[in-house]
């Protein structure tokens, strides 16, 4: 159910004699689970609300009739609820983490709400039939899956978890309803990948456009694997295979329907896919094309400061800026800070690489650098070396906050490199941010 907490004035809801503190229980007969049900119903003109008075408790049917584009007028107690992870999954990140990190970071969500209005990946194993049947009738779409193998076996076996064969019923129900997907498998080798996920992928693009893509990543694994399943890393022979057998099964298609981690490029040591294979880059938080779109964006940036006469930039001041990324980044921002210094005159710019010991060197990425390891880098380069500036990635810190996975501030980072003289610079804004710190001044 729903509670009032504000009424506005000259409103639909004001009208029908709304009161802060009632609650909605239900509309149209259907029980009110939160504010997705509230915000599917805002659009409609004619429905019913059962609603519960505040200081009665009596329950009263009220009937609404109101054009489609107008507002309700209602505000509710905030839902904080999110449905838990009933899994125990081979792979599962979280398993791998330390103790003493933020406790947000240990939270196994698993709730299609989430997955509508974030873009968070599910399993629906905890999909009860109210459930499904729910989702359809909101139209919550589009929903982001974790599929990982269409093989009912196999994926019981991955998930560990005996409900989790159901995804074939899910899926096809989903599909004939109209719901977009977006479906990702974490590869385990010789589970889910070759002929399995070839398998995998035919399946699924039989409900295509339903079913929009697949995206495949290699787990994650971290130091922190004692009595875990034991998973083997991929290295580049393997990338290499299971690239090529993407390319086989979308020109099969005719469509770019599986897209591949951008990981298994670094590990392959192959050129990255145009911009244009990844559409509008609905999987970009899953770590697909998010090179391809950085480095288009660079691309850009530099083509501009070209365009102007001489075809570069002066600084009024030279300077030397350092960008702190993970192993797996390093090359591609080599090539991009090697373009940055033919382009603007005075600037010269270094890249460091940071080995991720928290997590351990097998973990590569920029986003699960821990400021704990950037500051150990960055001292021992900057004992050596003097600079002006420090580049880091946004996605090193969580999300509208200045904080780091081990819990270390930025403020905290910028004091303890204070005694080098140097200003910390954060880029948020992609390829474009990065050249666009790169070029100022001082």
């Not at 009595?227 to 290295?235: K, W």
Request: hydrophobic fraction near 40%.
């Amino acid at each position: 159910m729903l509670k009032i907490t504000k009424v506005k004035r000259n409103s639909v809801a004001k009208d029908l004699g709304l009161e802060v503190g009632d609650e909605i229980v239900a509309f149209d007969g259907y029980p009110c689970e939160d504010e997705l049900d509230y915000l599917y119903y805002a659009d409609k003109e004619n429905f019913t609300i059962t609603v519960r008075d505040g200081r009665t408790g009596a329950e009263l049917v009220v009937e609404v009739d109101k054009d489609e584009d107008e507002d309700m007028g209602l505000e509710f107690v905030k839902n904080t609820a999110v449905k838990t992870c009933r899994n125990n999954c081979v792979f599962c990140f979280v398993d791998q983490m330390p103790k003493g990190m933020r406790e947000s970071l240990y939270v196994k969500d698993d709730d299609y709400n989430m997955s509508f209005t974030c873009g968070n990946f599910v399993t629906l194993t905890n999909l009860s039939e109210e459930g499904l049947q729910r989702i359809i009738r909101l139209h919550l779409s589009p929903l982001y899956i974790s599929v990982h193998t269409m093989n009912e076996e196999a994926r019981c076996k991955l998930l560990r978890n005996r409900f989790a064969g159901r995804i074939r019923d899910q899926i096809r129900r989903l599909a004939e309803a109209g719901i977009e997907m977006h479906c990702q498998a974490v590869i385990v080798p010789g589970i889910n990948d070759g002929e399995e996920l070839a398998n995998t992928a035919r399946e699924l693009f039989a409900y295509y456009p339903q079913v929009r893509d697949l995206a495949f990543v290699p787990t994650g694994l971290t130091k922190f694997r004692d009595g875990l399943t034991e998973i083997p890393d991929v290295d580049g022979e393997y990338s290499a295979k299971i690239l090529d057998l993407a390319d086989d099964l979308n020109e099969e298609f005719g469509v770019n329907f599986l897209l591949p981690a951008d990981e298994y490029f670094v590990k392959a040591g192959r050129k990255f896919k145009a911009v244009e294979f990844y559409g509008d880059f609905e999987q970009i938080e899953n770590g697909i094309g998010m090179t391809s779109l950085f480095l288009s964006e660079t691309d850009k940036a530099i083509a501009q400061i070209s365009k102007k006469k001489g075809g570069r930039v002066a600084l009024k001041q030279p300077k030397r800026s350092v960008i702190v990324c993970g192993v797996s980044a390093a090359q591609v921002m080599q090539g991009v800070a090697k373009a940055a210094e033919a382009a603007v005159e005075g600037l010269e710019v270094d890249v460091l690489a940071v080995e991720n010991d928290f997590f351990g060197h097998t973990v590569t990425c920029t986003g699960l650098l821990t400021g704990k390891d950037m500051l150990a880098a960055l001292k021992k380069y900057l004992s050596q070396n003097t600079a002006d500036e420090v580049l880091l990635a946004g996605n090193t810190m969580k999300e509208f906050e200045d904080v780091f996975l081990c819990g270390m501030t930025l403020t905290e980072l910028e004091a303890a490199l204070a005694p080098y003289g140097v200003k910390v610079r954060v880029n948020r804004d992609g390829g474009a941010g990065l050249v666009k710190i790169l070029r100022a001044e001082k």
